[in-house]
């Protein structure tokens, strides 16, 4: 039998580096799965869930507080990558600038790089932040996967509505993949599966 997503991710979990400039962006060392989303999307909670830890990733109540690009080793088997959140107006031009300059950096040709998760809410759909990312994602050839967070503030009917509204419009980029995961961290909702997604990618 292989291995279970619950097993895989029962081991360490440690911060491993933070980079507030393209210049301190630690050299790859293991597979990298990067979770990127609009401010208060909810990334953080979905991280720690998924890590079933408390704290792993800080949660904030203050959008576009997580300002650099955080690295965790996963019991040593890959880098789960948290990215600052993005779409938040009341950053400063040249501070949104420079997030994106590093963003940039840190995605263009990053041969460990497996999958980019890019977290959408439920309650909103995309965004056009998120349709910007997905853009830098297809020029930056990397793959990703939309992942809808906070599914359990609407109903069942609505998200399957929103889902093949995602999937029609990613047919317009290229380094989308078709899939959408359907996530609670509030009421543990997909968490299993995403795990499991992650497994695969990963190793």
């Not at 420079?98 to 959408?120: A, H, K, N, P, T």
């Not at 020029?139 to 996967?145: D, G, L, Q």
Request: proline share 3%.
């Amino acid at each position: 039998m292989g291995e279970s997503s619950e097993h895989f991710f029962s081991g360490s979990c440690d911060f491993a580096a933070g980079a507030a400039t393209a210049e301190q962006i630690p050299a790859a060392t293991l597979p990298e799965v990067v979770f990127a989303g609009r401010s208060n999307v909810g990334k953080s909670s979905l991280i720690n869930a998924i890590t079933n830890r408390k704290a792993l990733a800080r949660t904030s109540r203050t959008p576009g507080r997580t300002q650099q690009i955080n690295f965790f080793n996963i019991a040593g088997r890959f880098m789960l990558v948290d990215m600052p959140g993005y779409g938040f107006a009341r950053v400063s031009k040249l501070q949104k600038q420079d997030w994106q300059d590093m963003i940039y950096s840190y995605l263009r040709g990053r041969e460990s790089l497996r999958c980019v998760f890019v977290l959408v809410d439920a309650r909103h759909g995309l965004k056009d932040s998120d349709r910007e990312m997905m853009k830098a994602l297809d020029e930056c050839a990397a793959p990703y996967r939309i992942v809808l967070t906070k599914i359990d503030e609407i109903k069942k009917p609505a998200r399957e509505v929103l889902a093949a509204a995602i999937q029609d419009e990613l047919k317009k980029f290229t380094a989308g993949h078709p899939d959408i995961y359907f996530t609670s961290a509030e009421k543990k909702e997909g968490i299993e599966a995403l795990r499991e997604v992650i497994m695969r990618v990963a190793i």
